[in-house]
């Protein structure tokens, strides 16, 4: 059964499709999905949960950096989807990504909230609970497709330089503004703003065909 | 902010790096349907959306999948506002029970039967003025969207306008500051050029000085000059003493003027306290002045008023105390005659 779906080929470059997409791929999330959710689908939902829960559990750890905090912001997240499944608009970017901005902004206000309520708060990434917890074991539904857009991604990342992986991170994973990344790291407002800038652009050219060909 | 500004930022704003005036400034551009933006925020937001893949995978705890199936599936058999569309519906002809509940059994079935036509007609009118009430609020509602609209782009400009003015009023700031630094150095050059000028007027005053001895020294030589040119001048010649073998004086006498210049030399060097003075013996000696010497042993006197030469039997210079006294005193240094 299961080695149907390692005959799934990522969308991104250099590979290309081999046969129809499998009912439990890992990605990418089919926008049709999201609908068959929004009219109260059940077995839709649970479809949709198997195929992102990973990665936006991996967001939400990152972020808050506590497994407890992050399973119950998680759980939020899918009910509020559950509930308000329409307001997904295909217009405005993909499903994954679509996902990935609500739980992280989500998870960046509860950041926040506990900041502002005397928590610690992490400095840099390599301090995070995130990467003490035990690794990964892939889980039934992760596949040769999610594999290879881990790898895609994380080897695109892997290219910025340090410095512009740093200011990306505390921008994307610690909700920082511009400002604050640049007294956090005692570095000029423009440099700040220019490492971003070259770090997504970057990012935006080499990753252009995971989306443009989904 | 200008379009080329706002498209600059679209990749802060994807990683949430950008403070609240520069998101709003972006989400007001991006409602008043700039052609390009969109399209550009949407590959950034998917790029954005993608970084967590990046991260070492891990998944949620394995109960959470069973819990949320199971609150979901709660929530269906409950039946709430937000589920109401997926109620099942009511059997047909089982809502007029909900309008004109059943008869009781006392009332007999034509009574029912008109009650129940008058009741059916009255809901008929009440439906056609509901319908016309919700058809004038749509208009209304559709109205008042409209103007919101409006007012939202208004709003939009107005921010985009405000970022504008905030951006001139720091360019102006800095310029003001720019402005007050080169004042102070012009303050400070301009105390320098006060001191120069204060040493420049010392310097003019001092010079002033030695120009009105060098005029008043010039003008004597005038004096000179022009007493010397006059063909009417006498000249008497004096001859020192005993007590000044080398010192000789001559007196030039015009007659005209009855001016006479008295120039000595080779006198010996004054005792403190003494000065020479100049003698004019007519029947007795008659003060003509006193002179003293300068570094060169000269001594010059100019008498205003002198008696015709010719007159006088004899010229003599004396040692005096200073100040000269009415008739002479010490000893004679200068003697001579026409």
């Known amino acids: 059964m299961r080695l149907a779906h390692t005959l799934y080929w990522s969308t991104c470059p250099g590979t290309r499709r081999m046969n129809p997409r499998p009912r439990q791929s890992s990605s990418p999330i089919d926008p049709a999905l999201i609908a068959r959710v929004a009219k109260g689908d059940q077995q839709a939902f649970g479809q949709l949960y198997d195929l992102s829960s990973t990665l936006l559990f991996t967001l939400t750890l990152r972020i808050l950096g506590d497994r407890d905090e992050a399973a119950d912001l998680l759980q939020e997240i899918f009910l509020e989807v559950w509930r308000k499944g329409v307001r997904y608009d295909v217009g405005r970017g993909t499903p994954t990504a679509w996902l990935v901005t609500v739980t992280r902004s989500r998870a960046i206000d509860r950041l926040r909230s506990r900041t502002s309520k005397g928590y610690g708060v992490t400095d840099s990434i390599g301090d995070t609970g995130a990467t003490e917890l035990p690794d990964h074991t892939p889980g039934p539904f992760e596949i040769n497709a999610d594999l290879e857009q881990r790898a895609l991604v994380k080897k695109a990342f892997a290219e910025l330089p340090e410095a512009q992986q740093q200011a990306l991170e505390l921008a994307y994973y610690e909700g920082l503004s511009h400002q604050e990344i640049a007294s956090r790291l005692n570095q000029p407002l423009g440099t700040i703003k220019t490492r971003i800038k070259l770090g997504m652009s970057k990012l935006k050219d080499l990753l252009r065909p995971c989306w443009e060909q989904a | ?338």
């Open chain 2, 1 to 338: 902010m200008e379009h080329e500004q706002l498209e600059e930022i679209l990749p802060l704003y994807v990683v949430g790096a950008l403070d609240r005036q520069e998101r709003q400034a972006l989400d007001a551009h991006l409602l008043s349907g700039c052609p390009t933006c969109p399209a550009a925020l949407k590959e950034y937001h998917a790029a954005a959306g993608l970084l967590p893949y990046a991260l070492p995978p891990n998944a949620p705890p394995a109960e959470l999948k069973a819990k949320l199936l199971e609150t979901i599936r709660a929530a269906a058999s409950e039946p709430d506002a937000t589920q109401a569309a997926r109620l099942p519906r009511l059997k047909p002809g089982a809502w007029l029970q909900h309008v004109i509940p059943p008869p009781p059994s006392w009332i007999p079935y034509p009574a029912t039967a008109l009650v129940a036509l008058l009741l059916l007609a009255g809901s008929w009118f009440y439906v056609l003025s509901i319908r016309s009430q919700v058809t004038t609020e749509t208009d209304q509602r559709q109205r008042m969207e409209t103007a919101l609209h409006g007012e939202t782009t208004r709003i939009a400009a107005l921010q985009t306008q405000v970022t504008e003015q905030e951006q001139l009023l720091v360019r102006l700031r800095d310029e003001v500051a720019s402005r007050i630094d080169s004042l102070a150095e012009l303050e400070r050059i301009l105390a320098d050029r006060e001191g120069e000028l204060a040493q420049l007027r010392q310097q003019l005053a001092q010079r002033e000085q030695g120009a009105s001895s060098l005029r008043k020294a010039l003008a004597q030589r005038d004096e000179m000059l022009t007493f010397l040119r006059s063909p009417t001048v006498q000249v008497v010649s004096l001859a020192g003493s005993d007590m000044a073998k080398s010192a000789g004086a001559l007196l030039l006498y015009e007659a005209e003027s009855k001016q006479a210049f008295f120039y000595a030399f080779n006198m010996p060097p004054l005792p403190a306290g003494k000065t020479y003075q100049l003698w004019a013996i007519v029947d007795k000696p008659v003060n003509a002045g006193i002179f003293s010497t300068d570094a060169g042993h000269k001594g010059r006197l100019i008498i205003r008023t002198m008696p015709d030469p010719a007159k006088v039997a004899k010229f003599a210079v004396s040692l005096e105390p200073e100040g000269g006294r009415p008739q002479p005193t010490g000893e004679i240094y200068l003697a001579g005659q026409l």
